[in-house]
């Protein structure tokens, strides 16, 4: 699209528009009482100041003077008075000036703006109908042909429906629940009440999703439909039970099911007073996946605890359980908690695939010469302690199990301390941990030793006793894998030192650390070429002139892709390998900043930023992935020289 002026200077018709965008939310924002009329002021003096737009609720939040949630109560409160362009560029989605464009294109026309950001690919139409569904107090939903109840297919032909764009899910409460995906489509209300005799409530879904799922019913068999109904097999559950064909029952079949299909790693029930949103996390970021009235969210909350064989008729405590399932020819186990809260019960469940494959060192995303590094330096010596670091989720015990692969053959023994065991692997001895008298990691760690291995895996480190424990076990010529929680490589020798561990130990017997971080992918379905925003820029210490020399992408957002602009995740990561500089160092006890200089100054040493940005440069992941998620510190060289360390 092409570029505009910014409308806060050249007030131009268009410009005028995008301004009374801008005065719009902010009026919204007094009325609502969220801020006052002289932050406004100041709000829109800030706003014209900056280089690159920001959304006044955006600008108020970071200036404290509201705080997100304040800021979304109010959008809500007064969605109606709001345009959904208005709405889109509140919620960060687009910028005024693109508004501005669009009302420049679309003059004599009576076209709808928002709309038409939706035709030139400025909006997906899946954010697009997210915000209509906000203005209009309307209900989003993924449908999908798990969640039709086939009874009402038998008033409407296929045909019918394919040609209106539209799905009859399921009547609740007196009321025919239907999909839509054109909003104009509600004039169809008075034929489909005539046709099922009960009023209608309409739902919003893509096209797409819903010609898909129109396709699917109409390619169903007598018996396709039959395997449809138990595509999911419950190992832990009574047949009894798993027969219910209630609402609630296939709701939380379609919602593991999809799960399950879309790689996600959680599924979250998340009521509250108005509704049950149902959000998977995907590529370590939350989707939102449906939304069902409050009336439903107590069934299919108590469906989830039966499954998970939880007591349902307990709403007070939290709570933990398990689901086992064997779907698609796949053993799969799905850890239930169950949490109370002041608007019903949050439901969690966490996917783990059992037969998830191990995956090598050479798929992991180590750039070549640290992945040559790492396997001579510090996974074929016999002795030694290499600790992997990170936060949650990172990905660290994918690291330990792909060296493990590296490592075992059939001279060598190996065992392991974990909670819970992630992988099951033949060859090595593996114990899962547990609060019974005897099988702390302490006690486990204790028994190792006596067990004569070669290679001990320890799950974590949690506290000094642990890390005295793994630290002995390296010095008495055991080669010791483990993970820690720091920020990065640095951060764990800093972490040691502050737990007392003394020095002499941490220097004689770590060999190296590995820092990281999961990224998003860029899906490879949308990528196109963009520039980064002047943000982006300054917050990872780069400048225009250095990017100047690469093309840059990111993924715009399809289907593929949940129109995230991600597909998938890629490692990033840091290789700290010690030395005779560092080990006199740490002898020292420096305060962190020194050890910090005399890592970086190693002259193959990669930081967690560099790495990723040398991928971004790549076209795996983007800037803006590195700067939220990898501790942000100078850059050390000029990009080239980069490029050529990591190719």
């Not at 409308?7 to 902010?26: L, N, V």
């Not at 998970?308 to 086992?324: L, T």
């Not at 650390?513 to 490879?524: E, K």
């Amino acid at each position: 699209m092409a570029s505009v002026t910014d409308p806060t200077r050249d007030p131009s018709a268009s410009g005028k528009a995008a301004i009374a965008d801008t005065h719009r939310i902010g009026d919204v924002l007094v009325e609502d009482g969220a801020i006052t009329a002289e932050q406004l002021s100041k709000l829109l003096r800030v706003q014209a100041r900056l280089e690159d737009h920001k959304p006044i609720g955006q600008l108020a939040i970071e200036l404290g003077m509201l705080t997100r949630a304040r800021l979304e109560e109010a959008l809500r409160k007064h969605r109606r008075g709001l345009s959904i362009e208005g709405i889109l560029v509140e919620r960060g989605v687009i910028r005024a000036e693109q508004v501005a464009a669009a009302r420049d294109a679309l003059k004599g026309s009576s076209s709808d703006v928002a709309r038409h950001l939706v035709d030139i690919g400025a909006v997906s139409e899946r954010v697009y109908l997210l915000a209509y569904c906000e203005r209009h107090g309307m209900s989003f939903i993924d449908v999908e042909p798990g969640l039709v109840d086939r009874s009402l297919l038998k008033k409407v032909s296929i045909k019918y429906l394919s040609r209106h764009r539209l799905v009859p899910l399921s009547v609740k409460d007196g009321r025919l629940n239907v999909v839509i995906s054109d909003v104009g489509q509600s004039e169809l209300a008075a034929e489909l009440e005539r046709l099922y005799g009960v009023p209608i409530t309409f739902w919003v879904s893509e096209r797409h999703k819903i010609a898909a799922t129109l396709s699917a019913l109409e390619n169903e068999t007598a018996e396709g439909r039959v395997a449809t109904n138990r595509r999911i097999e419950y190992r832990n559950v009574a047949p009894g039970v798993t027969d219910d064909a209630g609402g609630a029952a296939e709701i939380v079949e379609s919602v593991i099911l999809r799960a399950i299909r879309d790689r996600a790693s959680d599924i979250h029930f998340e009521p509250d007073p108005s509704r049950l949103r149902i959000r998977n996390r995907i590529d370590g970021q939350l989707i939102p996946v449906a939304e069902y009235p409050a009336t439903l969210s107590a069934a299919i909350i108590s469906r989830v605890k039966v499954l998970a064989e939880a007591d349902i008729a307990e709403h007070r405590v939290h709570q933990q359980g398990r689901i086992y399932i064997r779907c698609d020819g796949e053993d799969i186990d799905l850890r239930a908690s169950f949490y109370v809260t002041v608007a019903g019960e949050n439901a969690v469940l966490r996917i783990l695939r059992k037969g998830s494959t191990l995956v090598g060192l050479e798929e992991m995303g180590f750039s070549p010469a640290t992945l040559t590094t790492f396997i001579q330096d510090v996974l074929e010596p016999n002795s030694g302690m290499l600790l992997v670091t990170g936060p949650t989720g990172s990905g660290k015990t994918t690291t330990l199990y792909a060296s493990l692969q590296r490592l075992v053959d059939s001279s060598s023994k190996v065992i392991t301390c974990e909670d819970p065991v992630e992988y099951v692997v033949d060859g090595i001895t593996q114990c899962s941990v547990s609060d019974r008298p005897g099988m702390s990691f302490v006690d486990s760690l204790k028994s190792i030793v006596r067990q004569d291995p070669d290679i001990i895996l320890v799950g974590e480190i949690r506290d000094a006793e642990s890390a005295n424990m793994a630290i002995h076990s390296a010095l008495t010529g055991h080669k010791v894998l483990t993970t820690f929680h720091t920020e990065d490589t640095v951060g764990a020798l800093v972490r040691l030192i502050q737990m007392d561990i003394e020095p002499f130990l941490i220097s004689s017997t770590i060999t190296a650390i590995v820092g990281q971080r999961l990224v998003r992918r860029q899906c490879a379905h949308c990528r196109v070429d963009y520039t980064p925003t002047a943000m982006e820029v300054r917050a990872l210490g780069l400048s225009r002139d250095e990017l100047g020399g690469f093309s840059l992408t990111k993924g715009r957002g399809c289907p593929a892709c949940h129109y995230t602009g991600y597909h998938g995740r890629v490692g990033v990561y840091e290789l700290l390998v010690m030395n005779d500089l560092l080990r006199d160092t740490i002898l020292q006890k420096p305060a962190a900043h020194e050890i910090r200089r005399v890592a970086q100054e190693a002259p193959d040493f990669v930081s967690l930023q560099e790495d990723g940005v040398a991928k971004a440069l790549r076209g795996e992941t983007t800037l803006s992935e590195i700067a939220a998620n990898c501790p942000r510190r100078p850059m050390m060289r000029p990009l080239r020289q980069l490029m050529e360390m990591c190719a």
